[in-house]
C-alpha cells in the first residue's frame, strides 16, 4: 500500500543526524517533531566502519562515529514513533543492516548517494514496502535506468505507485537558486512517477513553492534551535513552531490550487 497520494503532500521529519550521537537528544527531537503534524519521522543508520575506510580517512570515519547509534537505540526510536501513530522511516546506509531494522520501518527511503547502487537497490526492493529514491547528483538517464531496474524486479512498484521520487540537490545548505524546483515536474514527466521535494534551503520558501508546484511528498530536516548548533544540517532545519505553520500553510496552498 503506497502512503503518498498526487492530491496531497506527504511530509517527512528528517531529524538525520541532527541528534549528533546522543540518544536523549535523538528522543528530544523525535517527540518535539510529533507535535508538528507531519507524517513520518526520519533518522540516518550507518555505522562509520561501514560507510567509511577507516584506513584511507581516519577523519572522516571518526566524524560519522560521533553521530552514530547503536541498534538498540534506533530500535527504540522507531517504536516511540509508532507509539504517536507516525510512520517510522530511516536512510539505512549498509546492505547488511537492512534485514536488522526493516521490520520497523514503513517506507524505504534510499538517499542521493545510492541511486545506483544496484544491489542495495535490489534488497530494499525485496522487502516489497514503498520506497522513496532521492536524484541528487544524478542524471536523467541514471534515475530511468534505476527505475527500470526496479520494475524488472518487481513491476508492482510501477504499477500500484509504491515508488516515489524526491527532487535534491545535494548541499548543505544551498542558495535558493540551487533548489532547482523546475526539475520536479521534468523528473515528473519523464518517468512518469510521483516526485517530492527534498530540502536543504534556508527557510521554508522553496517548500511553500514546491507544494504549489505539485510535490506529492515533502522531506524538510527538524531542529530544536537552529542557534545553539554549529553542526551544518541544523542550518538547513525548521523547528517545531516553523514546521506547524508550515502544515497549515499546506492546507491554504491547496485550497488556492
Avoid at 11 to 36: P, R, W, Y
Avoid at 46 to 60: A, E, G, P, S
Avoid at 139 to 165: M, P, Q, R, V, Y
Avoid at 185 to 196: E, M, R, S, W, Y
Wanted: charged share 30%; aromatic share 8%; with cysteine.
Amino acid at each position: 500500500m503506497k502512503s503518498w497520494d498526487r492530491n496531497k503532500v506527504f511530509t517527512i521529519a528528517e531529524i538525520g543526524g541532527n541528534h549528533e550521537g546522543s540518544f536523549e537528544k535523538a528522543k528530544k527531537l523525535l517527540n518535539l517533531a510529533t507535535e508538528t503534524g507531519f507524517d513520518a519521522i526520519k533518522f540516518q543508520i550507518y555505522k562509520n566502519t561501514t560507510l567509511v575506510n577507516h584506513k584511507q580517512d581516519i577523519k572522516r570515519s571518526e566524524h560519522f562515529k560521533k553521530f552514530q547509534l547503536n541498534k538498540d537505540e534506533y530500535i527504540k526510536l522507531a517504536k516511540l514513533t509508532k507509539s504517536h501513530g507516525l510512520q517510522f522511516m530511516a536512510s539505512i546506509w549498509d546492505l547488511n543492516e537492512i534485514d536488522t531494522y526493516d521490520k520497523f520501518i514503513d517506507i524505504h527511503k534510499i538517499g542521493s548517494g545510492d541511486l545506483t547502487a544496484y544491489p542495495f537497490i535490489k534488497k530494499l526492493v525485496s522487502k516489497n514496502k514503498p520506497l522513496i529514491i532521492s536524484t541528487g547528483l544524478s542524471t536523467i538517464n541514471e534515475i530511468i535506468e534505476t527505475i527500470g531496474f526496479i520494475n524488472e524486479i518487481n513491476s508492482d512498484f510501477i504499477k500500484k505507485g509504491k515508488l516515489a521520487l524526491m527532487q535534491c540537490t545535494s548541499m548543505y545548505p544551498i542558495p535558493d537558486r540551487d533548489a532547482s524546483l523546475n526539475s520536479m515536474k521534468f523528473i515528473a514527466d519523464k518517468t512518469k512517477l510521483p516526485v517530492g521535494y527534498s530540502d536543504h534551503t534556508i527557510g521554508s520558501d522553496s517548500i511553500d513553492i514546491a507544494i504549489a508546484m505539485g510535490a506529492s511528498i515533502i522531506e524538510e530536516h527538524f531542529t530544536d534551535n537552529r542557534e545553539k548548533h554549529s553542526f551544518r544540517d541544523h542550518k538547513v532545519s525548521l523547528t517545531k513552531n516553523e514546521m506547524k505553520k508550515f502544515i497549515k500553510k499546506i492546507k491554504k496552498i491547496k485550497i488556492i490550487q
